[in-house]
């Protein structure tokens, strides 16, 4: 008898959108690879609608709070229900980017320098020397980044506005020029790098990420065999030291420029990666000879609870 899985997505976050795309690709899939699939568009009654479900085995395509954040991950435990990716205590860590740094830095993975500060004050003076980059500290998908260019005379406005929905603490670091890298993991296996260079602008945004032709992936990456190496280290030991299962992405910026630093840093860790038609994990799997199809059954056949 086929498994029957739940696939979560939608949910209420800043992400709902990319969720909603990323759920149908895995249902479609999942379908197709002969599992019983419930889809459920998450709402606040879920752990009901889980009970009455009874799946064998939750896929989880949420991004953002409560589906990336340790929340419905708790639920899940609770609930006794394996799911995919990864579990409580490396979803909550991730998803608060400055924490992650912390646990990344003590595991010997390079981050970029910065600080958390409110946003108010980032708001009225720079905190740092420009360039830098503001970034609300526990969203996903660029949602609310702010690049601070070195010409740039005044401190990013934005961060006043009525309308501000990234919460009242930013992150700033310093911008590190160069390449925007990425690499995922697979169970404990580093997958391809792709150098991401959006098609218009100068920075991987929202629309960079979802819009199709919105960046070109370069995979493999064109650069230097050993740097390549590192990415995927640098990759693989930020995802074991964050204790994440399953699939993680892990962003990376690499100065190359002409006299540049040749820094490379690990900006963050995603527990809950894109599953989209234009999504970078499918990609790289795609790379490492896994069909798409292949790729979300390897994650329903990972899933465990006590991750």
């Given at each position: 008898?086929?498994?029957?899985?739940?696939?979560?997505?939608?949910?209420?976050?800043?992400?709902?959108?990319?969720?909603?795309?990323?759920?149908?690709a895995?249902?479609?899939?999942?379908?197709?690879?002969?599992y019983?699939?419930t889809?459920?568009d998450?709402?606040?009654?879920?752990?009901?609608v889980l009970?009455?479900?009874?799946?064998?085995v939750?896929?989880n395509a949420?991004?953002?709070?409560?589906?990336?954040d340790?929340?419905?991950?708790?639920l899940l435990?609770?609930?006794?229900?394996?799911?995919?990716?990864s579990?409580?205590?490396?979803?909550?860590?991730?998803m608060q980017?400055d924490?992650a740094?912390?646990?990344m830095?003590a595991?010997?993975?390079?981050?970029?320098?910065g600080?958390?500060?409110?946003?108010?004050?980032?708001?009225?003076?720079?905190v740092l020397?420009?360039?830098?980059?503001?970034k609300?500290?526990s969203e996903?998908?660029?949602?609310?980044?702010i690049?601070?260019?070195?010409?740039?005379?005044?401190?990013?406005?934005e961060?006043?506005?009525?309308?501000?929905a990234?919460g009242?603490q930013?992150?700033?670091?310093?911008?590190?020029?160069g390449?925007?890298?990425t690499?995922?993991v697979?169970g404990?296996?580093?997958?391809?790098?792709i150098?991401?260079?959006?098609?218009?602008?100068?920075?991987?945004?929202?629309?960079?990420?979802?819009v199709?032709?919105?960046?070109?992936?370069?995979?493999p990456?064109e650069?230097?065999?050993?740097?390549y190496?590192?990415?995927?280290?640098l990759?693989l030991?930020?995802?074991?030291?964050?204790g994440?299962?399953?699939?993680?992405?892990?962003?990376?910026?690499?100065?190359?420029?002409p006299?540049g630093?040749?820094?490379?840093?690990?900006?963050?860790?995603?527990?809950?990666p894109?599953?989209?038609?234009?999504?970078?994990v499918?990609?790289?799997?795609?790379?490492?000879?896994?069909?798409?199809g292949e790729l979300?059954?390897?994650?329903v056949e990972d899933?465990t609870?006590?991750r």
């Amino acid at each position: 008898m086929a498994k029957h899985v739940a696939v979560l997505y939608g949910g209420w976050s800043s992400e709902r959108e990319v969720s909603l795309a990323s759920g149908r690709a895995c249902c479609k899939a999942l379908e197709e690879r002969g599992y019983k699939v419930t889809p459920i568009d998450v709402q606040p009654d879920i752990a009901t609608v889980l009970q009455a479900t009874a799946p064998d085995v939750v896929f989880n395509a949420l991004h953002g709070p409560v589906g990336e954040d340790g929340t419905i991950q708790g639920l899940l435990e609770i609930l006794r229900i394996p799911y995919t990716h990864s579990g409580v205590l490396a979803s909550a860590i991730a998803m608060q980017k400055d924490k992650a740094k912390i646990v990344m830095a003590a595991a010997g993975v390079s981050v970029p320098k910065g600080m958390v500060v409110n946003r108010m004050e980032a708001a009225k003076s720079h905190v740092l020397p420009a360039p830098y980059v503001v970034k609300p500290i526990s969203e996903g998908s660029s949602k609310g980044v702010i690049i601070v260019r070195a010409d740039r005379s005044h401190p990013p406005q934005e961060l006043m506005r009525d309308d501000w929905a990234f919460g009242e603490q930013v992150l700033v670091e310093s911008y590190v020029a160069g390449r925007e890298l990425t690499c995922a993991v697979m169970g404990d296996r580093a997958l391809g790098v792709i150098d991401i260079q959006p098609a218009t602008g100068v920075f991987y945004d929202y629309d960079a990420k979802y819009v199709k032709g919105g960046s070109i992936h370069i995979l493999p990456a064109e650069i230097k065999p050993n740097i390549y190496q590192k990415v995927q280290e640098l990759a693989l030991t930020a995802h074991q030291a964050l204790g994440c299962r399953g699939i993680s992405r892990a962003d990376l910026r690499y100065d190359d420029t002409p006299g540049g630093t040749g820094e490379l840093v690990v900006l963050e860790v995603n527990t809950q990666p894109g599953l989209t038609e234009t999504s970078l994990v499918p990609e790289l799997a795609a790379h490492a000879g896994y069909t798409f199809g292949e790729l979300v059954q390897w994650m329903v056949e990972d899933a465990t609870c006590n991750r």
